[in-house]
């Protein structure tokens, strides 16, 4: 069993940044891909970002693209996510996410989700 704990969410004006992380236990996450999903109230959940086990290859949704990038420190058991020119649109619900084997924007079911934490971005 995997644990995904998640942390850095919170309360940030229209053009701010903030830095999510993502920090597993129970078992190491280098063999798994890792990734960030969001849910916006009365949204579906959608895909945000994912990156490989071994780190060599990321994808990113479109409406992110060139302001969220997901790192991640298999030393550390942990993903992050650093999140730069937000949006009111970018308010949501992040979750980590862990899959041992390919984890991209068609991923419905990943084997971990965390519980999540929020993000809110002011106008």
């Known amino acids: 069993q995997v644990q995904l704990v998640e942390s850095g969410g919170g309360l940030v004006q229209a053009g701010g940044s903030l830095r999510l992380s993502c920090a597993a236990s129970?078992?190491?996450?280098?063999?798994?891909?890792m990734g960030w999903f969001r849910q916006a109230p009365g949204k579906e959940r959608e895909f945000v970002a994912a990156?490989?086990?071994?780190?060599?290859?990321?994808s990113y949704a479109d409406s992110v693209k060139g302001r969220f990038t997901i790192s991640r420190d298999n030393a550390k058991n942990t993903v992050y996510l650093q999140m730069n020119s937000l949006k009111p649109e970018d308010t949501a619900v992040y979750y980590c996410?862990?899959?041992?084997?390919?984890?991209?924007?068609?991923?419905?079911?990943?084997?971990?989700w965390g519980q999540g934490t929020q993000v809110t971005v002011s106008s």
């Open positions: 996410a862990a899959e041992y084997g390919v984890l991209n924007s068609g991923t419905r079911r990943p084997d971990y």
């Open positions: 990156i490989r086990s071994s780190g060599s290859s990321k």
């Open positions: 129970g078992r190491t996450l280098s063999s798994y891909a």
